[in-house]
């Protein structure tokens, strides 16, 4: 048969989220018709504000949305990390030309409805992707030839293969691994204020950490430094379920009595927070069975101490175009091909990320211990220990395993 003649493969994306639409358009970049089923009635993205390093841009360059990414983010200058108790300086990265020299790419800032629209647009406008909304999958079943998954309505869905990128609570997973998350007890507050409600002395163009004892600060400027992202989390005192609620000010400030009047001033400004409880899995040794795989998310929940878990989806996504066009369209070999690649690689990310954490919420001699490990770190070293994870780039996504 000649390659005109060839049908076409087609693959069902479910989740129209940062990492279904980025896994959508890099599998459509390799000539694969994709149906994208999302759950919600549009396709959309809640939350605030996310930090994109270097490695994130690399995969948008990869997936041909960079620039429309780079037109809504905000470059900053610094990334610092503040003792909460004192508001003494802990540590300060430069990410302003150094770090683009360094890694190939800026450091920067973006809500995250706006990283979102940048990759929607280019799925918009992909003739071979269809999206279609208010269908939840709820089950998944594989023969030799393909795979079928099936909505709320008992709708069916046929493919050669399926890519979960359903998030934490992904039904992709639960039928391919079905194993349990972790709770990790610790909460996420998360609000938007406008700058003429940001203490001034806090406008600061750079992501800040204000570390303290089993809770932290974060703040940075979003959307031409018009509005700034606010971000508290702590070590909640209840029994929590992974989920999403509208959160109160007064528990907010129940957690946060005893640290320093600058970054205290931050939390009577927002008039509304969102509340997450987060969670995250263990990693697992395999993601892929058969024709059906799963990504971010889904694949690897991770806590957000890193601030990785986006850089990670857009990361997965160009690799499994690579994988697939690698493998010349052989699912099955594609994927086994992409958890080879990626699943070592998540899971140094969620490991150290729970690391960072304990580092963050440090107290006592541990808090001293931590206020001591970057003192007279050149930039240099700093980026030398950044390497691993901002050096990731796209045309070595499968070095090593292929």
């Known amino acids: 048969m000649s390659e005109a003649n060839k049908p076409t493969r087609n693959v069902i994306v479910v989740g129209g989220g940062i990492g279904g ?5 890099a599998l459509a970049r390799q000539g694969i018709r994709v149906q994208l089923l999302e759950q919600a009635a549009e396709i959309g993205e809640i939350g605030a504000g996310i930090q994109l390093a270097a490695n994130a841009f690399n995969a948008l360059d990869a997936l041909g949305v960079g620039e429309a990414a780079r037109s809504r983010a905000v470059f900053t200058d610094h ?25 190939g ?6 809500h995250r409805a706006d990283i979102h629209l940048s990759i929607f647009e280019a799925v918009q406008l992909n003739p071979l992707i269809q999206f279609r909304t208010n269908t939840q999958v709820r089950a998944l079943a594989q023969d030799e030839t393909g795979v079928t998954v099936t909505d709320q309505h008992g709708e069916r869905y046929r493919a050669d293969a399926v890519i979960g990128c359903d998030g934490v609570k992904s039904a992709i997973r639960q039928a391919l691994i079905g194993d349990e998350h972790h709770v990790t007890g610790h909460v996420v507050y998360r609000a938007v204020v406008d700058v003429q409600n940001m203490p001034e002395d806090l406008q600061i ?5 204000w570390a ?7 703040h940075y400027p979003l959307r031409g430094g018009q509005q700034y992202n606010l971000v508290v989390t702590f070590h909640s005192r209840e029994q929590e379920q992974w989920g999403v609620r509208e959160g109160s000010k ?27 409880a987060t969670a995250d899995r263990d990693p ?23 601030a990785q878990g986006a850089c990670q989806a857009l990361e997965d996504a160009v690799t499994l175009g690579a994988a697939v066009a690698a493998t010349g369209g052989n699912f099955e070999a594609a994927f086994a091909l992409y958890d080879k690649a990626r699943i070592p690689r998540t899971a140094r990310v969620l490991y150290s990320a729970r690391e960072m954490g304990r580092l963050y919420h440090a107290k006592g001699v541990e808090r001293l211990v931590r206020n001591s490990l970057w003192v007279g770190r050149t930039q240099q070293q700093f980026y030398d220990a950044l390497q691993w994870l901002h050096g990731w780039r796209a045309e070595d996504c499968l070095k090593g395993v292929v």
């Open 212 to 218: 303290g004892p089993h809770c932290h600060l974060v």
């Open 205 to 209: 163009n750079a992501p800040v950490v």
């Open 284 to 306: 697992v040794e395999r993601w892929s069975f058969g024709r059906a795989t799963v990504l971010g998310d889904a694949a690897h929940p991770m806590t957000q101490y890193l």
């Open 21 to 25: 639409l980025a896994a959508a358009l």
């Open 105 to 110: 790419n800026p450091y920067a800032v973006i």
């Open 79 to 103: 990334m610092l990390m503040k003792d909460a108790l004192d508001a003494t300086e802990v540590a300060r990265i430069d990410v302003g030309e150094p770090y683009r020299q360094r890694f």
């Open 250 to 276: 007064e528990e907010v400030l129940s957690y946060f009595e005893g640290i320093h009047p600058l970054p205290h001033q931050m939390l009577d400004r927002p008039t509304s927070w969102k509340r997450w």
